[in-house]
């Protein structure tokens, strides 16, 4: 998943597939600073061509990566 | 391991007198009655805060390496700033103009324009200074659109008593005092700043703050200290300018000033020398001026 492979990189992390499906949120697996999330926010835009507006400008829409592959893919980012 | 807290410090008194009786008063008062009672401040003050003063003495001794006679007036000074702080934010939280609202000038105002132009926001950092909340003002009546990272109220400051009690009234004193705010506490604050510099808006940070996941120990006024990187962090991700910003106030008025961008590369310990240095400056150029004198 290019969401996924995205956080890693930009986490400096090795979260599968697998561990995400089981957890609820993203920051159940490993912790997340303020400034990971910009630079989070920032390499997804980047990678996808995407740009998160005010509305999904909220720590909860990014730790639930199901929610955010679906955002991705409507606005023709991919997945 | 740390002591305990008292049960009751003077500070949780001063927050309570602040909040309800001083706030009556401004309410009900007429300006000629409050100004007559600033008089009367203006003497008692110090020697209700004597203990403040004596400590911040002392720290003006040892961390700006000055002579007695020198720390001991400018001691003096930082005291009447404090209590002018203290109308300005009863004008503020009552909305009674009682205390005049000073003339304000502009100094390197070239440079905020010009890193405005840049469309990706611009970051002032600034110390804890006195003159910020009327600062603040000041560009949002230019039409600024500036969001202001504050710290929310540390327990410790407050005795164990009333701690549960005072510190969410002084959030919401806070906010009052910062309307365009938000807490360094909130999960949110980074992406609010974030989608505030890409309106082309600006980002005030205080960068003497001991106590953020971005602090890093270093020498500061001559002294180990934690400051917060947090600002220069923010300005590598996002791409955008750090402005010095300050705000001195004077019988002449409220001076605001904004200096060149800061040079911020990939070198983090020569990031950080820029940022100590920096924020040196600040407290060096208006000591008096600095509120942190016996709040770290």
């Known amino acids: 998943m290019r969401v996924l492979a995205v956080v890693n990189a930009t986490l400096g992390t090795q979260i599968s597939a697998e561990q995400l499906t089981g957890a609820a949120s993203l920051d159940d697996l490993v912790p997340i600073s303020s400034l990971a999330l910009v630079d989070l926010v920032i390499s997804l835009e980047e990678e996808f061509g995407v740009t998160f507006g005010p509305q999904q400008m909220e720590r909860s829409f990014f730790m639930n990566v199901p929610s955010l592959v679906k955002f991705i893919e409507e606005s023709d980012g991919g997945g | ?296």
């Open chain 2, 1 to 296: 391991m740390s002591a305990r807290r008292p049960l009751l410090v003077l500070g949780d008194l001063l927050w309570f007198i602040q909040a309800y009786p001083l706030l009556w008063v401004v309410r009900a008062s007429p300006a000629f009655f409050l100004r007559a009672m600033a008089v009367a401040m203006n003497h008692l003050y110090p020697l209700v805060r004597l203990h403040s003063g004596r400590l911040a003495a002392r720290r003006m001794k040892e961390w700006l390496l000055l002579p007695e006679n020198e720390a001991r007036p400018l001691a003096r000074s930082y005291l009447r700033h404090s209590l002018e702080s203290l109308y300005v934010e009863t004008s503020l939280l009552t909305g009674r103009d009682w205390f005049a609202p000073p003339v304000v000038q502009f100094a390197g105002r070239e440079n905020l324009d010009h890193a405005l132009q840049n469309r990706r926001g611009v970051i002032l950092l600034s110390v804890h200074q006195r003159s910020r909340r009327q600062a603040i003002a000041a560009l949002r009546a230019c039409s600024h659109s500036v969001l202001f990272l504050r710290t929310n109220s540390q327990r410790a400051r407050f005795g164990r008593l009333f701690a549960d009690w005072i510190v969410p009234r002084n959030e919401r004193m806070s906010a009052t005092l910062f309307p365009d705010s938000v807490a360094a506490q909130d999960p949110n604050c980074t992406l609010r700043m974030l989608a505030r510099l890409r309106e082309g808006g600006i980002v005030l940070i205080v960068g003497d703050v001991p106590r953020s996941p971005s602090a890093v120990a270093v020498t500061f006024l001559n002294h180990r200290r934690s400051i917060s990187t947090g600002a220069l962090d923010l300005a590598r991700l996002c791409r955008c300018p750090v402005l010095p910003f300050t705000a001195a106030s004077d019988e002449a008025g409220l001076r605001i000033e904004f200096g060149k961008p800061l040079e911020v590369g990939p070198d983090a310990a020569a990031n950080v020398a820029t940022l100590t240095a920096e924020l040196e400056r600040q407290v060096k150029a208006n000591p008096a001026q600095w509120e942190m004198w016996t709040d770290f």
